[in-house]
């Protein structure tokens, strides 16, 4: 892959990841109202279901009202992951580009509703709280924390630079120059 062609992909894998996470959490949300305003939708009985719900923390919930400094954190984030795509060697790894790419756009659908851009409000009060609505559950094993598109992707980009870590290094690399 040409080495200009890398910002291409980024911004465009990364654009796709947050539109279709804010497009699918306005729809639910127009169409589900707030948490517990309206039953959820059942898609698989006992194991998957839409529903509303909001997050004014972190992963699973943790750190509620400190909704401020994962915002700045998101940012940091960003900033960590432009400058490493501003790396030639990172642009000509495709597999490392799509992770950092739905990282990114993970980041910026949940850092959307993180800043009050939703523009939800509660008893008259503005919610800044990440919007989710898929809950998966197996009754009697587990019942997993209401999460979003956002969040799947970061944890796919996650997952995959877990994988690409893995990898062996290419021959010749970590040999002493003669």
């Keep these: 892959m040409p080495h200009h062609r890398g910002w291409f992909t980024f911004v465009a894998i990364g654009v796709v990841a947050a539109v279709a ?53 998101s940012l ?6 432009l400058w490493m795509v501003s790396r ?16 990114t756009g993970g980041i910026i659908g949940n850092l959307y509703d993180r800043v009050g851009l939703p523009g939800l409000e509660r008893q008259g009060e503005a919610v800044l709280a990440v919007r989710d609505w898929i809950h998966f559950k197996l009754e009697g094993i587990i019942d997993w924390p209401i999460f979003n598109l956002a969040d799947s992707w970061l944890v796919i980009g996650a997952g995959l630079m877990l994988l690409l870590s ?13």
Excluded: H, Y
């Design 166 to 178: 893995l990898r062996p290094e290419p021959a010749g690399d970590g040999e002493p120059a003669s």
């Design 88 to 103: 030639p060697a990172t642009r000509s790894d495709r597999w490392l580009l799509v992770a950092l790419a739905l990282i």
């Design 76 to 81: 940091c984030a960003i900033g960590g992951i």
């Design 21 to 73: 996470d804010l497009a699918t959490k306005a729809s639910i949300f127009a169409r589900l109202g707030m948490p517990g305003e309206q039953p959820g939708i059942v898609l698989v009985p006992g194991m998957l279901s839409l529903e509303t719900n909001l997050n004014e923390g972190a992963l699973f919930g943790m750190g509620q009202g400190l909704g401020v400094v994962f915002a700045a954190v």
